[in-house]
Structures are given as C-alpha cells and as structure tokens.
C-alpha cells in the first residue's frame, strides 16, 4: 500500500515480517511506504495472524535499506517509534531505535526500529510514529 506523499514531512518505510509455523505456511511480507506532514502524525496498520507466531517489525526511515517489497528506500532521517497493539487496543510493545538495525552511513547513528515479539492468533495493530 502506498500513501499519498507529501510535500513537506518526514517520510517513513516499514516492512512487517509475519513467520508463521512450519505447518501453517510460509513467511508473509507487507511493506508499508509514506510520509507525514506534520511531527505528530501517526500511521496505523492492522494485520492479522493465523497462528501463533514469531512477527518482525522493522523501519528503513532514518538509515535507508531495501524493503520486503523489494524497493530501495534512500536515508530520509525519519527517527520512527513503533507501537504495537492487540485487537481490544491494549498496548503490547513498542521499539524507539532498535539495536540491530543499520548505522546511517552519514550519521552513524542507529535510529530504525526493530521489534520482534510472539503473538498469537489474532488480529493487531502497529502505530508507526
């Protein structure tokens, strides 16, 4: 899905990574692309999970990278939260600059995020921010 891009805001690229188990399918991709036009916009996505399952969250807004998609996503300087919720809105977890993504190669800093939880069946949603 891409949104509509903006003319001024910070633009922000995430990819979610749903592995299912062996015996329900194959790994899931969905990468989500855009940009905000104000500092305290949120963007929320819902996805479900079939299964209890290990699921990735992970940007390419600050450092750059390639996407599950496939795109090239250029360093923007974009330092996302994420925020993830289950289906009744209760607050699961969240990630401010995660520890095992990519330094910017012009800032050295390391302010992706990277969220790896295990969650069951059900149906969630993400804020990016």
């Known amino acids: 899905m891409r949104l509509p ?3 001024t805001g910070a633009f922000f690229a995430a990819t979610l990574f749903i592995a299912a ?4 399918g194959p790994v899931q991709n969905f990468s989500f692309t ?6 305290d916009d949120v ?3 819902n996805f479900t999970v079939g299964a209890l399952s ?4 992970r940007s390419w807004s600050y450092a750059g990278g390639t996407n599950a998609a496939g795109e090239t ?3 923007d300087g974009f330092d996302p939260i994420l925020a993830l919720f289950d289906s009744t809105g209760a607050f699961i ?3 401010d600059d995660g520890n095992t993504v990519p330094a910017d190669a012009l ?5 992706d995020v990277f969220l790896e939880v295990e969650l069951d069946a059900g149906t969630y949603t993400v804020a990016i921010m």
């Open 73 to 75: 996503l250029a360093r």
């Open 93 to 95: 977890d969240q990630n």
């Open 54 to 57: 290990t699921v990735t969250l």
């Open 107 to 111: 800032s050295g800093a390391e302010y």
């Open 43 to 45: 963007q929320l996505f």
């Open 34 to 39: 855009g940009s905000f036009t104000q500092d």
């Open 5 to 7: 891009l903006a003319l």
């Open 21 to 24: 188990p062996a015996a329900a």
